[in-house]
């Protein structure tokens, strides 16, 4: 069983909008700290956001402003709300959960933005 499940990908044009959400499982969700990476065509895997264990939040230079991370805790979800999307975030978009044994990954779901 997925104990990380991402939804919400899809194409958008420049400039959009999109909301990717992440179902954890209660044990990551309880135990990790909860974040996002994205992988550009051609590119390594990148950070995006993490809300640490400790509540405490981050962001990529290149998202910051533009993106929102966000967890419902009763529902062991997160979120990640881009907003003024530009093509160069075109990416799979992985959901992580950053636990002490290490990183659990989601499948990962597309996001395409084009002009």
């Known amino acids: 069983q997925a104990q990380l499940v991402e939804s919400g990908g899809g194409s958008v044009q420049a400039g959009g909008s999109m909301t990717l959400s992440c179902q954890a499982s209660?044990?990551?969700?309880?135990?990790?700290?909860m974040g996002w990476y994205r992988q550009p065509p051609g590119k390594e895997r990148e950070f995006v956001s993490v809300i640490h264990a400790v509540g405490s939040i981050e962001y990529a230079v290149p998202v910051k402003g533009r993106f929102t991370i966000s967890q419902d805790n009763a529902k062991h979800m997160v979120y990640l709300q881009m907003s003024n999307l530009k093509m160069e975030d075109t990416a799979v978009y992985y959901c992580?959960?950053?636990?002490?044994?290490?990183?659990?990954w989601g499948q990962g779901t597309q996001v395409t933005v084009s002009s």
């Open positions: 209660e044990n990551l969700f309880r135990d990790c700290g």
């Open positions: 992580a959960a950053e636990c002490y044994a290490g990183v659990v």
